[in-house]
């Protein structure tokens, strides 16, 4: 059964860089099967994807918040981490990292953690 079980601060001050862990089980994130997302949902808007890492540790940010993500892997740990720089109160949200099929799109996974609330405030 693969699980994935994201892990990081809480809360995070202004200006400060977020960094967000997606332990990986039953599966190996080196599988040229999938590929790997980091999602968040801030409250009361929709999914939004920040960026993907796949098997051969290629990445993909979202052109939006490009500048300020970091996505990479730990092929020992199994475990996919997200960096994001210079943090405001707009990243509140609650951050998920998922599995995706090759073939699909990020809101296609099909394995996906339980979420991490991130609030940003001094």
């Known amino acids: 059964q693969v699980q994935l079980q994201e892990s990081g601060p809480g809360l995070v001050k202004p200006s400060q860089t977020l960094s967000l862990t997606c332990a990986v089980s039953?599966?190996?994130?080196?599988?040229?099967?999938?590929?790997w997302s980091w999602i968040r949902q801030p409250p009361g808007e929709d999914r939004q994807l920040m960026g993907t890492i796949n098997w051969r540790g290629t990445t993909f940010y979202s052109q939006i918040l490009k500048s300020r993500t970091s996505i990479f892997r730990d092929a020992a740990k199994n475990t996919v981490t997200l960096q994001l720089t210079s943090v405001t109160p707009e990243d509140t949200a609650v951050y998920y990292c998922?599995?995706?099929?090759?073939?699909?799109?990020?809101?296609?996974?099909?394995?996906r953690g339980q979420g991490t609330q991130v609030t940003v405030s001094s």
């Open positions: 998922a599995r995706v099929p090759a073939s699909k799109s990020w809101r296609d996974y099909d394995t």
């Open positions: 039953g599966a190996s994130i080196t599988s040229i099967n999938y590929y």
